[in-house]
């Protein structure tokens, strides 16, 4: 109980007023709300509901779990296209999909951590690989093709950027 205790920090407060400080986190703020608004338009398109999720909402709670999340000494959070499309591939209706996902990774990293240190990253790999796959399916290439070589090629240098680079790199070189 100690040990897991002694995991959390409480932010340094001496540096609020340093300039480096301020500009990494607007940065981290700026990045990850970019990747949660994509992410959330990617998510609307696969929902076989055509729902439109609030973005106004996601990006608030994105705050509140960031700030909350800096004040404990951890990472910042974002929505992420793997996980939400994994949900709904794997017949996820509602919230409560999303809130269960949680609450399963939060029970796994507390009850097996040891465990979890043993997965291969490979094999999370692969797992990331086959659910990024099954986003892109090779039939929107040739609809894009299809819609003239202006569209065609930035959709594969986005594409191509995403799978090999990361999300934003590969958004903003398919912008170029």
């Not at 709670?61 to 974002?78: F, K």
């Not at 709904?88 to 999909?97: C, D, T």
């Amino acid at each position: 109980y100690q040990e897991f205790l002694g995991q959390f920090r409480f932010p340094d407060f001496s540096l609020i007023l340093n300039r480096d400080v301020w500009i990494s986190a607007v940065t981290i703020g700026v990045v990850a709300s970019i990747e949660t608004l994509l992410s959330i338009e990617a998510v609307d398109k696969l929902d076989p509901y055509k729902r439109v999720t609030p973005t106004n909402r996601e990006l608030f709670a994105q705050g509140v779990g960031n700030m909350t999340a800096g004040l404990i000494g951890g990472m910042p959070v974002t929505s992420v296209i793997v996980r939400s499309s994994a949900n709904i591939q794997s017949g996820g209706r509602s919230k409560l999909s999303a809130i269960l996902h949680g609450l399963f990774i939060l029970v796994a990293v507390l009850a097996f951590p040891g465990l979890l240190r043993e997965v291969p990253l490979a094999s999370l790999a692969a797992v990331l690989l086959i659910v990024g796959y099954k986003l892109i399916k090779p039939s929107q290439f040739k609809e894009m093709w299809h819609q003239g070589f202006m569209r065609f090629l930035p959709f594969t240098i986005t594409a191509v950027g995403v799978a090999f680079i990361d999300l934003l790199t590969g958004v903003g070189l398919g912008m170029a």
